[in-house]
């Protein structure tokens, strides 16, 4: 029996949770998430531990910040003055927004708090700066 290596298409259904155990994400209520193993779909840390199972096995990982969503970056939190709004958008805590960086790239960002004449803006991803369990299960190999 073949076990994933680089290059390999895998499907697999996983269960990420927090360090405190509050799930994430599942691809237990879908169908499993299929990848090829090195071209960087995934986070490192996940690749790794897909890297030499067989199909049927099953594991659970621990994977650091690091090898997941990076770390926290103070950088990618900012204050803007509450004027540049548009007029459509009433800012509140929690509010998702897509921006444009002044290279002309999409980012994501979450509204994190908002005071009489500033938003406060987090553009990191929702798990930077988590340590990341997954239990993983390989369904297909090919």
Known sequence: MSSAGSGSTVKVHYTGTLEDGNVFDSSRDRDPIEFIIGDGQMIPGFEKAVTGMKVGDAKTVKISA????????????????????????VPIAGLQLSLKSPEGQIVNAVITSVEADTVMLDANHPLAGKDLTFDIELMEIF
């Open 66 to 89: 690091s090898e997941a969503y990076g770390a926290h970056r103070d950088e990618l939190v900012i204050k803007i003055d509450r004027s540049q709004f548009p007029d459509n958008i």
